[in-house]
C-alpha cells in the first residue's frame, strides 16, 4: 500500500488546494483513500485514490478533473 503522504501530495497537486480529511477506507476488498480537499476557490473536493496503485478512481470536481 503506498504512504498516505503520497497520496496527499498528489491530491494537493491535483486539485490545487490542501487536504482537510483523510481516511482509508475498505471498498469491496479494494483498498482507498477518501481525501477532502479544501481548493484555493474554496471548495471542498471529495476524491478517491486506489490505495494500492495510486491511481485516481473519481472525484466530485466540476471543473472537468474524474
Known amino acids: 500500500m503506498l504512504p498516505l503522504r503520497e497520496i496527499i501530495?498528489?491530491?494537493?497537486?491535483?486539485f490545487s488546494g490542501q487536504v482537510v480529511e483523510a481516511e482509508l477506507?475498505?471498498?469491496r476488498g479494494l483498498p482507498t483513500y477518501e481525501i477532502k480537499v479544501?481548493?484555493?476557490g474554496g471548495r471542498v473536493?471529495?476524491?478517491?485514490y486506489d490505495a494500492l496503485t495510486g491511481a485516481l478512481l473519481n472525484?466530485?470536481?466540476?471543473?472537468?478533473?474524474?
Open 9 to 14: 501530495v498528489r491530491a494537493e497537486t491535483t
Open 25 to 27: 477506507e475498505d471498498e
Open 38 to 40: 479544501l481548493t484555493r
Open 45 to 48: 473536493v471529495k476524491v478517491r
Open 59 to 66: 472525484s466530485n470536481d466540476k471543473d472537468g478533473r474524474r
